[in-house]
């Protein structure tokens, strides 16, 4: 597979991890997407793909948009896929929204029903006339920067979830809040708007996908060390917030890391996604 990516120029920075042009043959039909402190919009130029969310399965043609999931995603690709994208920090999303992320939380919607038809269908336009990745990469930039709009409580939220992305989730809520000045009742709504989830779901995630990085699927693994020193209460909590997280035991984890490693080295798919087949 073909895979270019990018940091953005400020002010996107400070929303968005990298854009991303993907080509090719995906390593699996179907993949899942553990819950990650991130959000996603993809704009689709080849066939439709699906996504499955909990027993729900829709078709996304022109593209999607994805905010912070608090469950594992399917996704299912076509033979070939090509698209455009964007890595989003967890509030990444809400400046380019026109409702509060909570509206999307676990429901990812097409990139039309959030910009609109005609909107939609201009930019994938203007994408398909251009032949080379980092020209994709820089009109979508652009349309970006041409869309962000301000968002009251946008410095709270990414302030306070900055505190948490530092110490990988382990970090007293109550004192954010104190921190901030706010009621912690305050700071949950504005979490809920601007990136779906509470601070306290959004530390869970920290601390899972920190812990889950942290797993050499090359090697022997010590589950109790690895809970411990992540904080997990004892390695049952911590395999349950696996199976929360993921649908799977850490050790099954790691056997269907270890055949995407085995079966595709060196993919540009391989450090999160799983096979789901």
């Given at each position: ?175 954010l809040s104190v ?71 850490p050790s099954r ?17 391989d450090g999160w ?5």
């Amino acid at each position: 597979m073909e895979y270019v990516f990018r940091v953005p120029r400020p002010p996107l920075d400070a929303l968005i991890d990298d854009l991303y042009y993907l080509e090719g043959s995906p390593p699996y039909a179907r993949l899942t997407l553990p819950p990650a402190p991130a959000a996603l919009l993809i704009v689709n130029l080849g066939a439709p793909f699906r996504i499955r969310t909990g027993t729900e399965t829709a078709e996304y043609a022109d593209g999607c948009v994805v905010t912070m999931p608090t469950r594992a995603y399917q996704f299912s690709y076509p033979i070939r896929t090509r698209s455009v994208g964007v890595h989003l920090k967890p509030w990444g999303l809400a400046p380019f929204l026109p409702m509060p992320a909570a509206e999307l939380c676990d429901r990812p919607l097409t990139i039309e029903q959030v910009w609109g038809r005609a909107a939609s269908a201009e930019l994938r336009d203007r994408l398909a006339t251009l032949d080379r990745p980092h020209e994709m990469l820089t009109l979508l930039e652009a349309e970006l920067i041409r869309r962000l709009s301000e968002t009251t409580g946008l410095g709270l939220v990414r302030h306070t979830s900055s505190l948490i992305a530092a110490t990988s989730g382990a970090v007293a809520i109550g004192d954010l809040s104190v921190a901030a000045g706010v009621s912690s009742t305050h700071l949950a709504q504005r979490f809920k708007e601007l990136i779906g989830v509470t601070p306290k779901r959004l530390a869970r995630t920290y601390r899972f996908t920190a812990t889950v990085f942290a797993i050499n699927p090359g090697g022997p693994v010590d589950w109790g060390e690895l809970a411990a020193g992540a904080g997990y209460f004892d390695q049952a909590h911590f395999g349950h917030e696996f199976r929360a997280f993921t649908g799977l035991t850490p050790s099954r984890y790691v056997e269907v890391r270890r055949r995407f490693l085995r079966e595709h080295p060196g993919n540009a798919l391989d450090g999160w996604p799983l096979p789901a087949d």
